[in-house]
């Protein structure tokens, strides 16, 4: 019964001692990383963005939807790209004038 009861107790110190290192052994925070696997993720940033702290550069098209830009249903987010990652820029396409040539 003493065996048993020192064994126990030699485990519950180790525990109690390792537990400390445990939690404190966390990644770095990558928001980014979760905004694009997280469940209902917000839409990725399919353009070239300056990354304001007052949100100006994206809400200048996105508060009423110039430009064909999707309207933002809560304009009072000021920091956007917290929740929204970059996602693949998009080229524009070139339009040759008359035609192609053979």
């Keep these: ?6 064994c126990c107790a030699v485990a519950s110190l180790v525990v109690f001692l390792a537990l400390p290192v445990i939690v404190t052994a966390e990644e770095p925070e990558n928001y980014e990383k979760d905004a694009q696997s997280a469940e209902n993720t917000p839409p990725m940033i399919p353009h070239a963005v300056k990354d304001t702290a007052d949100g100006s550069y994206c809400l200048g098209c996105h508060r009423t939807g ?10 009072e987010r000021l920091s956007c790209t917290g929740c929204h990652a970059r996602g693949e820029t998009k080229q524009p396409k070139l339009h040759k004038k008359g035609g192609t040539k053979k």
């Excluded at 019964?1 to 020192?6: A, Q």
């Design 1 to 6: 019964m003493r065996v048993l009861f020192r």
């Design 66 to 75: 110039a430009k064909g830009a999707p309207e933002t249903p809560h304009p």
